[in-house]
C-alpha cells in the first residue's frame, strides 16, 4: 500500500505541473490576443485618475513568474515616480482633462523627494486652472503631505489623517545574544556605522543618536516646511504638539479632528466624493466609475515619450545593492554592470547615473562603480543625481560622478562598512556539545561557527573590513579632492542630509533630476540643441509584460489605513517586518555590507510575516488534485 500511495501521490505530482504548464501557456496565448488589439483606447474628456494602491517607487520591481505563482497574493502595486510626475504635467496643459483625481485609500507610501517632485507637478496642474481632488479613508504621513498639494481634500467620516513624523525605536539584541550565547562577530570600520549596534548593545549609541537626530530632524523640518507651503492655514502642531489634547478636542472624531487642523477640507464617504468628481469632470453612465475618468497606464499610453535629439543615458541604481542579477526594484551588482556594457556604443553625449539606495554589497557597488568608470574613460561625462537616498555603497557608486547632485531631503554618506558573522560554541557547550579535531594550519576548518573562530581569522575578518573601509575613502576622496584624512573625518559611517552634505563637500549641487540632466547636456556639448533622456533597462519578454500588467491591475488590495486602529495595525506590522529583517541578516550568506540602517524605509515595501496562506500553485494543487 505504501508503494501505491507513493505511485500515485507522483502521477498526482505530474498532473499538477502540467496543468500549470497549460495555464502558463493560456495566459502567454490570452497576452498575444491582447497585443494584437489596436492601441490605447480614447481619451476622454473628464478626469486624471491616480489611483495610487500601493507605492511610488524609483524603478518598479520585476514580477518574478514563478514567485508570483508560490506567493498567496498579487504583489502590491507600485508606481513609477517619473510617470506619475509625467502624467500630471501633461495633464496640466491638456485641454481633456478637467480634474485631477487622487484616490489614496489604498496609498502604502512614498520617499520624500518622490512627494516633493509630484507635489510640485500637482501644483503645476492648479496654477493651470484645474482642481486637484483628494480622497481616502485615513491619510497617513506620506498621504498627508501629497495630499498637502490637492485643492480640495477629502476624508472618510471613520477616518482621518495621523501624522507621526520620522523617527522610533530600534530593537536592541544583545540581551537576548547573550542569554543563549550566542556569539555575534561583529567588524566593522566607521563610528557611526549603526548597522551592527542591535548585535553589540542593548540601547543606541551616542554617536548613532546625534546621526540619528541630525537626519530625522532635517526630515521632519522639510516635511513641515512643504506641506506648510502647500497648505499654509494646516495646523500640523495642533496634532504632533499635544495629540492628546487635539484627541479630546475632537471627542475622538479624527476626521472632525484633521479638518479642524486644516489637514483635510471635506468628510463624506467616496460616493458623495465620487458625486462631486462627476459633477467637474461629467457623469459615465455606462462606465465603472459614476465620472468620465482616464486611467494612469492609459493616459500614459495615449502620450508616449517623444525622444529626439542628443542621447543622454541614464542607468537607475535604486534599492539595495546585492550581488548577481537581481532586480529591477534591486540593484544587482551584475545586472547593472552589463547594463551599462551593453550600451556604452550607443553614441550617449553624458549619462547621468541616478541612485536611491541605502547600499548593500560592498562587491557589487564596485563591481557597477566600475563599469561607470568605463563611460568616464570613453570621455562621456558622469553626471550623478541623487533621490530619496544614496547612502553607503549607495554612495560608492556615486564617486565617479564629476557632477554629483542632491536634493535637500536626500540621505547620503553612510561611508563605513561591516560584516556580521554570528557563533554558536558557548551555545552549544551549555547542552554538552564539544570540539575537537586536527589541523594542518591556524587556518584549517575555520571560520567553524560551531567550534569558534580563532584568533586568526578574528583578525583578517577585521583587517578586510578595514581595508575595504580604507579603499571607500580613498575613492571617495579623489572625487570630492580631498585629502583620505579629510574625507575620513566626515567618513565614520555617518550620514547626511542633503543641504549638510553639499556644505561639507559630499555633493556639489542642490538640485532635482531635470537639473542634473540638463547639466549633463551642457557637459556632453550639447548646448542649445535638443537632447532626450534614454533610461537604460533590459529587454522584457512579452509574457513578463502581460504579468507586469494583470499584477498592476490586481494589485488593489495592499494594507492600507482605514482608521487609526488600522494605522496602528500598519505600523506594527512594518516594525514587525524590519525586526525580522534584522534577525535574518546575521544568517544570511552575505560578504562585506555597506549598508545604511538610519535611512528610513518606504512604507510598505515589507510586510511582516503573518498567518500562512495557500500561494497560487497550492491553490492550484487543490484544486486539480483533491485527494
Not at 543615458?313 to 539595495?320: D, L, N, P, Q, Y
Request: glycine residues 12%; proline residues 4%.
Amino acid at each position: 500500500m505504501t508503494f501505491a500511495r507513493k505511485i500515485w501521490k507522483l502521477l498526482v505530482g505530474v498532473k499538477d505541473a502540467l496543468a500549470l504548464i497549460f495555464l502558463l501557456l493560456f495566459f502567454a496565448l490570452l497576452y498575444a490576443a491582447l497585443s494584437s488589439r489596436p492601441g490605447p483606447g480614447k481619451i476622454v474628456d473628464g478626469a486624471l485618475l491616480l489611483d495610487l494602491n500601493g507605492s511610488i517607487v524609483e524603478e518598479k520591481s520585476k514580477v518574478d513568474p514563478i514567485g508570483l505563482l508560490m506567493s498567496a497574493e498579487a504583489p502590491a502595486g507600485e508606481f513609477q515616480a517619473r510617470d506619475v510626475e509625467r502624467a500630471l504635467r501633461l495633464a496640466a496643459t491638456d485641454k481633456r482633462i478637467k480634474v485631477v483625481v487622487l484616490d489614496m485609500s489604498r496609498f502604502v507610501g512614498a520617499g520624500m523627494v518622490h512627494i516633493e517632485e509630484i507635489g510640485k507637478a500637482l501644483d503645476a496642474v492648479r496654477k493651470a486652472g484645474k482642481p486637484v481632488l483628494a480622497f481616502a479613508n485615513a491619510y497617513a504621513d506620506d498621504g498627508v503631505q501629497l495630499a498637502a498639494h490637492a485643492s480640495e481634500v477629502w476624508v472618510d467620516p471613520m477616518g482621518g489623517a495621523f501624522v507621526v513624523g520620522p523617527g522610533g525605536n530600534q530593537v536592541y539584541f544583545k540581551g537576548l545574544l547573550d542569554r543563549f550565547k550566542v556569539n555575534a562577530h561583529v567588524y566593522r570600520a566607521g563610528t557611526y556605522k549603526s548597522y551592527v549596534e542591535p548585535y553589540l548593545r542593548n540601547d543606541m549609541s551616542p554617536a548613532a543618536r546625534e546621526a540619528y537626530e541630525d537626519i530625522y530632524g532635517a526630515l521632519w523640518s522639510g516635511y513641515k516646511a512643504d506641506v506648510a507651503q502647500a497648505r499654509p492655514k494646516a495646523q500640523l502642531d495642533r496634532m504632533t504638539g499635544d495629540p492628546m489634547a487635539w484627541a479630546k478636542a475632537s471627542g475622538g472624531d479624527f476626521a472632525e479632528g484633521s479638518k479642524a487642523a486644516g489637514l483635510v477640507d471635506r468628510i463624506g464617504d467616496r460616493t458623495e466624493f465620487q458625486k462631486r468628481v462627476a459633477d467637474i469632470a461629467g457623469k459615465d453612465e455606462n462606465g465603472d466609475l459614476p465620472y468620465k475618468a482616464n486611467r494612469l497606464a492609459a493616459w500614459l499610453a495615449a502620450n508616449p515619450e517623444k525622444g529626439e535629439g542628443a542621447k543622454i543615458g541614464v542607468v537607475t541604481i535604486a534599492g539595495e545593492i546585492v550581488d548577481g542579477d537581481a532586480g529591477p526594484g534591486k540593484a544587482g551588482g551584475d545586472r547593472i554592470a552589463d547594463l551599462l556594457d551593453e550600451n556604452i556604443d550607443e553614441g550617449f553625449k553624458a549619462l547621468v547615473v541616478r541612485v536611491d539606495s541605502p547600499g548593500g554589497s560592498a562587491m557589487a557597488a564596485e563591481r557597477i562603480r566600475r563599469a561607470i568608470e568605463r563611460y568616464k574613460a570613453r570621455k562621456i561625462p558622469i553626471v550623478v543625481s541623487m533621490g530619496n537616498m544614496a547612502a553607503s555603497g549607495g554612495y560608492w557608486v556615486s564617486t565617479p560622478g564629476q557632477q554629483v547632485f542632491a536634493q535637500p531631503e536626500t540621505i547620503t554618506g553612510s561611508i563605513g562598512v561591516f560584516a556580521v558573522v554570528p557563533s554558536f560554541e558557548k551555545t552549544l557547550a551549555d547542552y554538552g556539545v564539544t570540539s575537537d579535531g586536527v589541523k594542518t594550519t591556524a587556518l584549517s576548518g575555520q571560520p567553524d561557527i560551531l567550534g569558534g573562530f580563532s584568533p586568526e581569522v578574528e583578525g583578517m575578518l577585521q583587517a578586510s573590513i578595514e581595508n575595504t573601509y580604507r579603499k571607500f575613502v580613498g575613492l571617495s576622496a579623489a572625487a570630492r579632492r580631498m585629502t583620505p584624512e579629510k574625507l575620513d573625518s566626515i567618513a565614520q559611517g555617518r550620514v547626511w542630509p542633503g543641504r549638510e552634505a553639499q556644505r561639507i563637500g559630499l555633493v556639489d549641487k542642490i538640485g532635482n533630476l531635470d537639473a542634473a540632466l540638463a547639466e549633463a547636456a551642457r557637459l556632453g556639448g550639447v548646448g542649445n540643441g535638443k537632447w532626450q533622456a534614454v533610461y537604460l533597462k533590459d529587454d522584457e519578454d512579452s509574457f513578463s509584460q502581460f504579468l507586469s500588467g494583470l499584477t498592476s491591475d490586481s494589485a488593489g488590495e495592499p494594507a492600507g489605513a482605514f482608521d487609526f486602529a488600522s494605522f496602528v495595525a500598519l505600523r506594527r506590522q512594518d516594525q514587525f517586518a524590519r525586526v525580522a529583517d534584522q534577525v535574518g541578516a546575521m544568517f544570511r550568506t552575505r560578504g562585506t555590507q555597506a549598508y545604511c540602517l538610519e535611512c528610513p524605509v518606504i512604507p510598505g515595501h515589507a510586510a511582516a510575516p503573518g498567518p500562512r496562506e495557500l500561494s497560487m500553485l497550492e491553490s492550484l494543487a487543490r484544486l486539480f488534485g483533491k485527494e
